[in-house]
C-alpha cells in the first residue's frame, strides 16, 4: 500500500520560511518524479515544484528564486524549502508521485498560512 506523508506546514510571519517534508512508503521512490502542488481556497491546485528521477529540477514562475525542491532516496522522503514567503503562498501544500499518468500518488496535505 502507497502512502505519502506530509509534514512541515503551520502559520508563519510574512518574510519567514518553512521546510515540508513528504515520506513516502509502499514504492520503489528513487523511480519516480516528485512534485509539489498547492491549492488554495477557490482556486484549482497548481504545480508549484518538481523533481525528476536524476534529480533535475523545475519550478513554477511565482516560487522561482524562494523556494527549493530535493529529495533522497535513502530516506524516501522530498522536500520543499520555502524561503520569503509571502501571504499568496498560503495554501494546502500537497506531494505527488508520479511515474506515469495511470500511476501518482497523493498525500493528504498539509497546511501553509502566511500571516502577520
Known amino acids: 500500500q502507497v502512502h505519502l506523508v506530509e509534514s512541515g506546514g503551520g502559520l508563519v510571519q510574512p518574510g519567514g520560511s518553512l521546510r515540508l517534508s513528504c515520506a513516502a512508503s509502499?514504492?520503489?521512490?528513487?523511480?519516480?518524479?516528485m512534485r509539489w502542488y498547492r491549492q488554495a481556497p477557490e482556486k484549482e491546485r497548481e504545480l508549484v515544484a518538481a523533481?525528476?528521477?536524476?534529480?533535475?529540477?523545475n519550478y513554477a514562475p511565482f516560487v522561482k528564486g524562494r523556494f527549493t525542491i530535493s529529495r533522497d532516496n535513502a530516506k524516501n522522503t522530498v522536500y520543499l524549502q520555502m524561503n520569503s514567503l509571502k501571504p499568496e503562498d498560503t495554501a494546502v501544500y500537497y506531494c505527488?508521485?508520479?511515474?506515469?499518468?495511470?500511476?501518482?500518488?497523493w498525500g493528504q496535505g498539509t497546511q501553509v498560512t502566511v500571516s502577520s
Open positions: 505527488n508521485a508520479f511515474w506515469t499518468q495511470s500511476v501518482n500518488y
Open positions: 509502499g514504492i520503489i521512490f528513487n523511480i519516480y518524479d
Open positions: 523533481i525528476t528521477d536524476s534529480s533535475r529540477t
